[in-house]
């Protein structure tokens, strides 16, 4: 076992060469040290029908006579189950998704009752949950209603499998800054608003004089803005035949799991990057704070214009940021020339294609506008980038939305928001020249 980061929580995993497998083993910790604590207090004791027998001698089983009753020990096989944590204890339930998925499908309220229990859910939490699915309508029907009204809260030990960071596929949340909310919430940001010229505006209104001993000091006022986030809800569909459901083979923990955490990682993502901001989080392509440049050449991506980018990135942010691409503008890259006309990224076809451009990495995805349009490519520090993340997943089930079909409809739904934490990009200390942590190429065209 092992412990991982998640957002601003630890959990522990059973590993497999190093890498995290199903769901987390116990709770959420809220540091390292205290998820490692954990670890090390459950190092399994090997428990053999001997040893047993011993212990039955010794008087010191009083806890384990029902487990026994129910195990068939045969030769000298370990008997498992046992972890010592200060004494002797027993493992009673290991659920996982598919387990709680399956429960809620079948309307099982023992299991969930059980599930929530076994992840530590707050009392009140799973007191409501059970009072609102308890009674003679079941699950109720999913149409319009969100939040308890609609589902169950998902357990937390099963949250980081939905929602958990893929830095291989996922391009924003794993490197934003992410806040964990309960609601609306307004963050702190300097107004980089407006231009002076001789004095530099990455301060917020913050600057220095020279004056001699004695004589009046100059006024300053930093310019604080409000960032106020606000989660909007997300929300997945998917229809599952019955059949299937049915068949004890189907893994829904792979299914479900599979499905709505890629779904959730893939729409999220696209709209950090180039969502309107209404109803949706702000996408950092069209944020106020992004610094948009003209192409030099219409409907092109040329040379001249990734020079001009990393001119724009903020000089702080150059060493986190990272380059976006839509994968449809792999030609135009691979084409660039010098002023003789010889490729200066891609020389030659034996060679691996290069990953940088000026040393920063590339990240081609489908998720960003196409070729000639604002955001086709993006240099970007995403820790300038707010999320507020609610952290609170649900999943609802409807077996009457699709009874004609003989489908059952499983729904899954968050709130998240996102935004810079820039109003503006930054003019230089020359008051002309702008940088921001986000530098776009827009559609219009250099005029010369």
């Avoid at 959420?28 to 604590?37: H, I, L, R, V, Y």
């Avoid at 604080?224 to 909007?232: A, D, K, S, V």
């Avoid at 996408?283 to 440049?293: E, F, H, K, N, Q």
């Avoid at 810079?420 to 250099?446: M, T």
Wanted: glycine share 10%; hydrophobic share 35%.
């Amino acid at each position: 076992m092992k412990a991982f980061e998640i957002g601003e929580q630890w959990f522990v995993y059973d590993t497999e060469d190093g890498e995290r497998t199903g769901d987390p083993v116990t709770k959420s910790f809220d540091t390292e040290k205290a998820a490692n604590d954990w670890v090390v207090d459950q190092k399994p004791v090997v428990i053999t029908p001997s040893v047993m027998s011993r212990m039955i001698a010794d008087g010191i089983t009083s806890g384990f006579e029902k487990m026994l009753e129910n195990r068939q020990l045969a030769g000298d096989e370990p008997l498992g189950g046992f972890t010592t944590k200060g004494s002797l204890r027993v493992q009673t339930h290991t659920y996982n998704f598919g387990d709680f998925v399956r429960a809620v499908g079948l309307n099982d309220l023992g299991t969930i009752r059980d599930i929530y229990a076994d992840s530590k859910m707050k009392a009140t939490d799973l007191e409501g949950n059970m009072r609102n699915f308890e009674g003679d309508q079941g699950i109720k029907l999913l149409r319009d209603q969100v939040g308890t009204a609609g589902g169950f809260t998902v357990p937390t030990i099963f949250i980081p499998n939905l929602i958990a960071p893929d830095a291989e596929r996922e391009i924003v949340y794993p490197r934003a800054d992410v806040q964990q909310v309960e609601g609306p919430v307004q963050l702190p940001g300097l107004c980089t608003t407006g231009s002076t010229p001789g004095v530099s505006n990455y301060f917020g209104g913050v600057w220095f004089r020279w004056t001699e001993s004695g004589t009046q000091k100059p006024e300053t006022e930093p310019a604080f803005t409000q960032i106020e986030l606000n989660p909007h809800e997300l929300a997945g569909y998917t229809e599952i035949q019955n059949r299937l459901l049915r068949r004890s083979k189907i893994n829904m923990d792979t299914l479900l799991t599979g499905l709505f955490r890629k779904s959730i990682m893939y729409v999220r993502d696209e709209a950090f990057l180039d969502a309107t901001g209404a109803g949706q989080p702000s996408g950092c392509i069209y944020d106020p704070g992004t610094l948009v440049l003209n192409r030099t050449t219409a409907h092109r991506i040329v040379y001249a214009d990734a020079c001009n980018m990393w001119q724009g990135m903020m000089n702080s942010a150059r060493a986190g940021a990272v380059w976006v691409i839509n994968q449809f503008c792999l030609t135009e890259i691979m084409k660039w020339t010098d002023p003789e006309g010889h490729y200066i990224w891609q020389p030659n076809a034996r060679e691996q294609m290069p990953q940088n451009i000026f040393g920063r990495p590339i990240i081609w995805t489908e998720k960003t506008p196409t070729l000639g349009s604002q955001g086709d490519i993006l240099l970007a520090d995403f820790e300038w980038y707010y999320v507020a993340d609610e952290m609170g997943v649900q999943i609802g089930v409807s077996k009457e939305l699709k009874i004609r079909e003989n489908q059952t409809v499983y729904v899954c739904f968050l709130s998240i928001d996102g935004q810079e934490k820039l109003v503006a990009p930054i003019f230089a200390k020359d008051g002309v020249n702008q940088v921001s942590p986000f530098v776009v190429l827009g559609e219009g065209v250099e005029t010369t």
